[in-house]
C-alpha cells in the first residue's frame, strides 16, 4: 500500500519530467530544422493539422454526448483563441529561435506567467494584495524576472562553451543570429501568449468543452497560419515536404508533443493545481542550454547565464506568491479551470 501510494503521489512529478524531456528534445530539433530552411508558417501548418488528427478521437468520443453551441461568440473566440495562442504566438516563436538560440529563445517564454499577471492587474482581473505576504513576493518575482529578462537582453559579457562547436556540425548549420529583431519577436510572442491566456477565460465562459475547444482552435490555427504563409512566401518548395528531420520534427511535435502537452498538464493540474507544472519549466530551461552547448557547440555568454538564473528566481517567487493567493481568474467548472492554468505548450513549443 505503500509503494502504490508513493507511485501515485510521484505521478505528477514524472508526468511533468517527462513533458520536460519531449519539450527538450522538439527545442533542438526545432532549432535544427529552422536552421535548415524549414519555413515557419509551413511548419506551423503541418505541425497543427497532425495534432488536430490526435485530439480529434478525444472530442468525439469523450465529449459526443455534451452540448455544443457553437454561436457567432463562440467562433468568435475560438479565432481569437487560435490567432493569440497559435498563429501569431507560435510564428514570432519560431522566427525568434531561428534568429536568437534554443536556450535564449526558452528563457524568455518563461517571461509568460509574469507578463499575464502584470496584463490581468492592469485589467483589473487580478489584484497585487501589496498589503500580503504573498502579494508582496509576487511582485517582488515579478520584478526580478523582468531584471533577469534585461540582463539577458542587454549585456553580454564573456563567452565560452562547454562541448565541442565542431562534434555535430554535419547536422546544425549555423546561422548568422540577428539578436535585435529574435529578441523582439521573442518579446512579442511572449505578449501574444499572455493575452492568449486571458482570451481562454472568455472562450471558456462560453464553451467550456476542451478537447473541441482545442481540436476547432488548431483547425482554425492551421488555416489562419496557411493565409499567413502565402502572404509571406508562396514558392512550392517552402511548403512541399520530404522524408528528412523537417518532417521528423513536425510529426514529432504534432503527434507526441501537442497531445503529451495538453492531456499531461490537464492531469498534472488535476491532482496538483495550476501551479505545479509551471514549476517545471526552468529544468527544460536548463537541459536546454546544457544539451545545446554540449551538442552543438553552442556559445554560452555571461548575461545569459546571470539572466537565466535570475529569471528562475524570480518565476519560483512568484509561483510561491501566486499558490498562497486565493484564485481570482472567473472559471467556469473544473475542466476549464485546468485548461486556463494551462501553460500554452510549456513542454513543447
Not at 481569437?80 to 536556450?103: D, E, K, P, S
Not at 542550454?289 to 512568484?318: C, D, P, Q, R, T
Request: aromatic share 12%; glycine share 8%; proline share 3%.
Amino acid at each position: 500500500m505503500e509503494m502504490k501510494n508513493l507511485l501515485m503521489g510521484s505521478g505528477p512529478v514524472m508526468a511533468m519530467l517527462l513533458l520536460q524531456g519531449l519539450g527538450t528534445a522538439l527545442q533542438l530539433l526545432t532549432k535544427v530544422a529552422l536552421n535548415k530552411g524549414t519555413f515557419v508558417y509551413a511548419f506551423v501548418v503541418y505541425r497543427h493539422a497532425i495534432a488536430t488528427l490526435c485530439v480529434a478521437p478525444f472530442a468525439f468520443f469523450c465529449e459526443r454526448n455534451k452540448e455544443k453551441n457553437l454561436s457567432f461568440e463562440v467562433w468568435f473566440w475560438l479565432f481569437m483563441n487560435a490567432i493569440t495562442g497559435v498563429t501569431m504566438a507560435m510564428g514570432l516563436f519560431y522566427y525568434g529561435l531561428r534568429y536568437t538560440t534554443a536556450t535564449f529563445a526558452t528563457n524568455m517564454i518563461n517571461l509568460v506567467p509574469v507578463i499575464t499577471f502584470a496584463f490581468s492587474t492592469v485589467l483589473g482581473i487580478e489584484k497585487l494584495l501589496l498589503k500580503t505576504k504573498a502579494g508582496k513576493i509576487k511582485t517582488a518575482g515579478t520584478i526580478i524576472c523582468l531584471v533577469g529578462a534585461l540582463i539577458a537582453i542587454l549585456y553580454k559579457g564573456e563567452s565560452f562553451h562547454i562541448g565541442n562547436e565542431h562534434m555535430f556540425e554535419n547536422i546544425i548549420i549555423k546561422k548568422k543570429t540577428h539578436w535585435t529583431r529574435g529578441t523582439i519577436m521573442l518579446l512579442s510572442c511572449c505578449l501574444s501568449f499572455a493575452i492568449w491566456y486571458l482570451v481562454q477565460v472568455e472562450l471558456l465562459k462560453v464553451f467550456p468543452l476542451k478537447y473541441w475547444g482545442t481540436m476547432l482552435t488548431f483547425i482554425i490555427a492551421a488555416a489562419q497560419s496557411t493565409v499567413m504563409g502565402l502572404c509571406l512566401n508562396r514558392s512550392k518548395a517552402a511548403w512541399k515536404l520530404e522524408w528528412n528531420l523537417s518532417l521528423a520534427t513536425i510529426i514529432y511535435s504534432g503527434a507526441m508533443v501537442t497531445p503529451a502537452t495538453f492531456l499531461l498538464v490537464s492531469w498534472t493540474v488535476k491532482k496538483r493545481g495550476p501551479t505545479f507544472p509551471s514549476m517545471f519549466n526552468p529544468l527544460g530551461l536548463i537541459a536546454v542550454a546544457v544539451l545545446e552547448a554540449l551538442i552543438f557547440g553552442e556559445e554560452i555568454s555571461l548575461g545569459s547565464l546571470l539572466g537565466m538564473l535570475i529569471i528562475i528566481v524570480g518565476l519560483y517567487s512568484f509561483l510561491w506568491g501566486r499558490k498562497q493567493e486565493p484564485v481570482v481568474l472567473p472559471r467556469p467548472s473544473g475542466a476549464a479551470r485546468a485548461e486556463v492554468a494551462r501553460i500554452p505548450e510549456s513542454g513543447g513549443l
